[in-house]
């Protein structure tokens, strides 16, 4: 296959969504996570987001990107190969001829693709850093980065969006390949039940259940929600990899959404507590972005409406139950994101309008626009690779968490955490009050 001419125009805009992913991590969801802690752990917070993005960006450069997206070695069904370790293949003034060129018909240099691939990677991690807020040694927390990165998300990313089973072997059984435009399953799902595992394997903070643990800054947090909104544009529209119209529909979808959310969780706040909470506006806000990725390439802008109400509605109920539960999901990564990921990866199967991506192969149809049995059939691919996602994120995050806490532990000793780990761990304030 001839490597197609690159595009300026796609280069600039891939450029820019590039760069607004990378500013949902530092510093949108750093704010957004260090906004809910207690003022004795904001730096600490924010520095899991920086640490987070930091390894990522060398991790990813070095041996990730390939593991992720080479479509050769004998497991390409499973991952990739090193055949693209450091990049060093392509010059930052060539396209690649990969196939990821035919699968989406960009025209845009590798180098930039990897980049905004990286972002993701990054953003997922960091993610994670909910479970283990306030109370985990950064020594543990490095180590987890980098073999969570390798093989939790390099082998899901190679599934979604590479040569991988959902995507090849699935139509070979009669299902349709498996849809994540922007990263529902491989993002979303992913961090949010990793979350989910970290906090069981971890424990709870000292005094949790006992003591108030109010968040410390709610402006942090609407700002920190406000930057993710913004970036999200890149994260979603970002994902067609050209400036067109399926670009602009995935920006008005996730807008869309968003604000439905949003505007849902407010509500069932304001009728439970008789307030209208601007936390849990931002919660919802949240709900609605994570929903809307997966299928933000595939649905009109109604069914965007509905996707982000019935994500707010589902993660409302999983907040208040992992309450009830007593878990220290301290930041709700997994009612948020994991499970708002896992319902809009099933709503794409629902609602996917092939007026809005006809596809490559065939027309994209959910279950809801005609064609019942290709309607069906992508439901029925949603689901299973739903399910095989998460059984593996569940599975592999258990077994490095067990790892790392034999090996070097992951908890701080009680009178770190007692004192905080801004000044235990960092020696230093986040706020200076004298």
């Not at 987070?52 to 390939?66: E, H, P, Q, R, T």
Request: proline share 5%.
């Amino acid at each position: 296959m001839t490597a197609p001419t690159l595009s300026p125009g796609d280069t600039a805009w891939l450029l820019t969504a590039a760069t607004l992913v990378m500013l949902m991590t530092v510093p949108g969801l750093a704010f957004f996570y260090a906004g809910l802690v207690r003022r004795k752990n904001v730096i600490s917070t924010m520095m899991y987001s920086f640490l987070a993005y930091a390894i990522v960006s060398i991790v990813w450069v070095l041996y990730a990107f390939s593991l992720a997206f080479s479509p050769y070695g004998p497991l390409r069904a499973f991952i990739g190969d090193l055949k693209y370790a450091a990049i060093s293949p392509f010059t930052g003034t060539t396209s690649s001829s990969i196939w990821w060129n035919f699968w989406f018909h960009t025209n845009v240099p590798t180098f930039i693709y990897c980049g905004f691939q990286l972002t993701f990677a990054a953003i997922t991690v960091a993610i994670i850093s909910s479970a283990i807020v306030e109370r985990t040694k950064l020594s543990a927390w490095i180590i987890f980065c980098i073999l969570w990165l390798t093989f939790v998300y390099c082998p899901v990313a190679h599934w979604l969006w590479s040569d991988g089973w959902p995507v090849t072997l699935l139509p070979k059984i009669g299902l349709k390949p498996a849809l994540d435009f922007a990263g529902g399953m491989v993002v979303h799902m992913s961090s949010g039940f990793s979350a989910l595992v970290l906090a069981y394997v971890i424990g709870k903070r000292l005094g949790y259940g006992r003591e108030p643990m109010p968040p410390h800054n709610i402006t942090y947090v609407l700002l920190g929600m406000a930057l993710l909104w913004f970036g999200w544009f890149g994260f979603n529209a970002g994902s067609a990899v050209a400036a067109n119209g399926l670009a602009a529909s995935a920006w008005l979808a996730t807008n869309t959404a968003t604000a439905a959310a949003a505007l849902t969780w407010c509500f069932l706040s304001w009728l439970k507590e008789g307030k209208a909470s601007s936390l849990a506006f931002a919660s919802g806000a949240v709900a609605g972005l994570v929903a809307i990725t997966p299928a933000s390439g595939y649905v009109d802008p109604l069914a965007a409406i509905v996707i982000g109400v019935v994500a707010s509605i589902i993660s409302y109920h999983m907040v208040e139950f992992r309450i009830k539960k007593g878990l220290d999901e301290s930041l709700d990564a997994w009612a948020v994101h994991g499970m708002s990921g896992f319902w809009g990866s099933i709503a794409t199967g629902l609602f996917a309008n092939p007026k809005i991506n006809p596809g490559n192969v065939g027309l994209i149809y959910g279950l809801i626009y005609g064609e019942p049995l290709a309607g069906a059939l992508q439901l029925a691919s949603q689901i299973i690779t739903s399910l095989a996602v998460l059984g593996y994120v569940v599975t592999v995050t258990f077994i490095i968490a067990k790892i790392i806490d034999k090996v070097v532990g992951w908890r701080v000793p009680a009178e770190m955490e007692y004192v905080g780990l801004d000044m235990s761990v960092h020696g230093e304030e986040g706020y200076i009050m004298r």
